[in-house]
């Protein structure tokens, strides 16, 4: 007599990065497909960022490497209570953004890559990596990691200041994603 | 931020400049319980009536991250990944925009714990040396280092005879003992060992927090007085030079 097995369901994490926020986002939603399938973990889910957002300015503006280790803080969060339970139960989760991000605005920073590739040294690998290289408008790159971080920089006071830290970290990515 | 070479020279002339009363940084290290704040509020007060300008700096107190770690606290939701990481947030925050700020100006930075008292706890908590040792990188190594040595025994006493130590305080998040009080004798036996490693390895100055509180202020005076007299350490220059740049760059000094 032959039984039928249960199928499993696969589990896979799916990274996707880029500087533009809603376009990370809507190329999240396309790799799920069906939601059934899995779910989307997201930027400051933890809401550090939201935090952060409302202090006072007299605390003093971050530099690149306080907002890494915050980002860091923010993903060890989404891998605690988003992104390995639902691998636990077999789904499939999409990281919208993971880790390129983060490691690209470190760089484009000026910030060492080993000290970059040590902070995320607890995230593990995604199976699937997909890239956004939006065609957006740069100035319009306002919501997300890379947004909001050019706009509280301590180092990022002007337009073209802000500009430059949002292609470098394009471009970063762009040849992480060759 | 690799420090360009412009930097890098700034930072060596500034603090190495013949004739300069340079910037000291002096930290207390140790388990709660040991007696740091006393000794740090003594030798503050010596400190200024011998004319030194001094700023003192505490664990886990700068204005931008405090208030997160706060409220994370509060509702037990932090794990020892995200514990650790906002707290190396804290200090790196604090060393960009108090401890570097006033060691520029030839000030005298007293700091009530330091990135030792991460690792230690870090480490307690199971997570990996050589991982939490790099977040706080470019490393920022003070003058001094003064370790209160206390037993867990002596530590415990001292912290539960005037209250119930936190959640957090007491390691429940990784001990999982309900008790608050037996948990942080567990806690801190871990913490302890770590601390007396970390000595060893940093060459810190042990202190036998276990004297009277007039011994040890003395034995720091007298410490403090031969060791100030030390070099800076070039070992400083990669986290000068990267602030420097910063403050060059941009805003927020």
């Known amino acids: 007599m032959t039984t039928k097995k249960a199928r499993v369901p696969k589990a896979e994490l799916i990274a996707v990065d880029g500087v533009d926020a809603a376009a990370v986002l809507a190329d999240a939603r396309a790799a799920l497909g069906a939601p059934a399938r899995g779910g989307i973990s997201r930027w400051d889910a933890s809401g550090v960022f939201q935090e952060l957002a409302v202090a006072d300015e007299t605390a003093g503006a971050p530099s690149a490497r306080t907002l890494l280790l915050l980002y860091a803080a923010d993903l060890a969060f989404r891998l605690r209570w988003q992104i390995r339970p639902a691998l636990a139960e077999g789904r499939t989760v999409v990281a919208a953004p993971y880790v390129e991000t983060a490691m690209a605005f470190g760089r484009a920073a000026g910030l060492d890559p080993k000290w970059l590739t040590n902070l995320f040294r607890f995230a593990p690998r995604a199976r699937t990596r997909r890239f956004v290289h939006s065609p957006r408008v740069r100035r319009k790159i306002k919501d997300g990691f890379v947004g909001f971080s050019c706009d509280r920089l301590a180092a990022v006071r002007t337009k073209q200041e802000r500009l430059r830290m949002v292609d470098q970290t394009a471009a970063l990515l762009r040849r992480r994603d060759r | ?253």
């Open chain 2, 1 to 253: 931020m690799r420090p360009t070479s412009a930097a890098l020279r700034a930072a060596r002339a500034h603090f190495t400049a013949p004739g300069n009363r340079r910037g000291l940084l002096v930290a207390f290290e140790g388990p709660d319980g040991s007696g740091k704040t006393t000794q740090r509020k003594l030798f503050k007060t010596w400190l200024q009536s011998e004319g030194y300008d001094v700023v003192t700096t505490k664990w886990n107190s700068s204005d931008l991250i405090k208030p997160i770690i706060k409220s994370r606290k509060s509702v037990r939701a932090l794990s020892p990944e995200e514990f650790s990481l906002l707290h190396g947030a804290d200090f790196r925050h604090r060393v960009e925009q108090v401890i570097l700020p006033a060691l520029w100006a030839g000030k005298l930075v007293i700091a009530d714990r330091f990135l030792f008292t991460g690792l230690a706890r870090d480490v307690a908590r199971g997570l990996d040396l050589d991982w939490v040792l790099k977040l706080y990188e470019p490393l920022l190594w003070p003058d001094l280092v003064f370790y209160f040595a206390v037993s867990p025994a002596t530590s415990g006493r001292r912290v539960t005879a005037t209250r119930t130590p936190n959640f957090y305080e007491a390691g429940q998040d990784v001990t999982q003992v309900d008790d608050p009080v037996e948990s942080y004798q567990r806690f801190i036996a871990r913490v302890i060992r770590e601390y007396e490693s970390l000595a060893l390895i940093f060459n810190m100055i042990t202190v036998d927090a276990e004297q009277s509180i007039g011994e040890q202020h003395h034995l720091i005076r007298r410490l403090f007085l031969e060791g100030r007299q030390r070099p800076w350490s070039d070992w400083n220059a990669d986290a000068v030079a990267e602030w420097l740049q910063q403050a060059r760059n941009g805003a927020g000094r």
